[in-house]
């Protein structure tokens, strides 16, 4: 159990930066990750870890690359409902330990109408992880209402997903973030959310998140849509594993945005 979870939060750090590719399990080909491979392949050496479900695992990732995989196992509702909470485990612990994974994750949707069968989904989850060694990550989903990303709720949220047992939290930034921390006695990551309108916004909520008691992110939308994916999980990582500031991390953006665009034109030239 130590040893998965040391290969996604790097004990150097104490930190990680996960990239989350698991979108397509109930919002189909999102934005920009439409071809799951052509998207996670270049961030690959720059992730701690990558979350995907087994379907992408199966058919866009590398064996040979070594990255720690955080496999989604819940699943059942698509975006086109309106109450997306109604989730159940969808790939086995058995799957889960054949597709070798550092660990399984899952959605609990608390306050909602399946709020009892997120929470039982999750404990029997652990169960199962606890027998084999697998840690359990809880995501604390707001589904389509946004607006309930407020400390007050997410500190519940957080708080119910570790004393069920799960070994790591994914859950939002808010205002008084440090609330949410500070109830939850288990490593807590971020998520990014829908696409913020500057990178500056993205590395702020990253910068913000770390100082007040987060160990990393597992982030998506804010890298992969923007137009220079790899200059900002570059960025990223100088804030979680460097404590570079934002200002560093718009020059890493700035500085990796031009390394990258030459790269592609050596490429494109030979
Ligand atoms: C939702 O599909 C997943 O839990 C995502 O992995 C999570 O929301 C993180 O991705 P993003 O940073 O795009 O919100």
Same mark, same amino acid.
């Given at each position: 159990m130590s040893n998965r979870i040391s290969r996604m939060i790097k004990p150097a750090t104490g930190r990680t930066v996960m990239l989350a590719c698991d979108h397509g399990y109930f919002m189909g080909p999102t934005r920009k990750l439409e071809n799951p491979r052509r998207t996670i392949e270049p961030?690959?050496?720059y992730a /701690? *870890? !990558?979350? &995907? *479900?087994r379907g992408v695992l199966r058919t866009s990732v590398d064996p040979k690359w070594d990255t720690p995989i955080l496999l989604r196992v819940s699943g059942g509702a698509s975006i086109l409902k309106d109450d997306l909470s109604d989730e159940e485990i969808t790939t086995s612990m058995r799957e889960a330990?054949?597709?070798?994974v550092a660990s399984v994750a899952l959605s609990i949707f608390v306050g *909602? @109408?399946?709020?009892?069968?997120?929470l039982v989904n999750l404990s029997k989850l652990v169960d199962e992880g606890e027998d084999y060694g697998i840690p359990v990550m809880a995501i604390t989903a707001v589904g389509k209402e946004l607006e309930k990303r407020d400390a007050k709720y997410l500190s519940l949220a957080c708080r119910l997903a @570790?004393? !069920?047992g799960a070994r790591v939290v994914k859950t939002y930034y808010c205002e008084n973030?440090?609330? &949410? @921390?500070d109830g939850a006695p288990v490593p807590l990551v971020v998520a990014g959310g829908p696409k913020l309108n500057t990178e500056e916004d993205a590395f702020n909520l990253v910068y913000n998140a770390l100082e007040e008691g987060a160990v990393g992110v597992d982030m998506g +939308?804010?890298?992969?849509?923007n137009d220079n994916p790899v200059a900002m999980i570059k960025a990223i990582r100088a804030i979680v594993h460097e404590k570079a500031t934002v200002k560093e991390a718009i020059q890493v953006f700035n500085e990796s945005k031009k390394v990258d665009k030459q790269a592609i /034109?050596? *490429?494109? +030239?030979d």
């Open positions: 961030l690959i050496p /701690d *870890t !990558l979350a &995907v *479900t330990i054949r597709l070798n *909602t @109408a399946h709020e009892k069968q997120s @570790a004393e !069920l973030f440090s609330k &949410v @921390a +939308r804010n890298i992969w849509q /034109d050596t *490429t494109v +030239r």
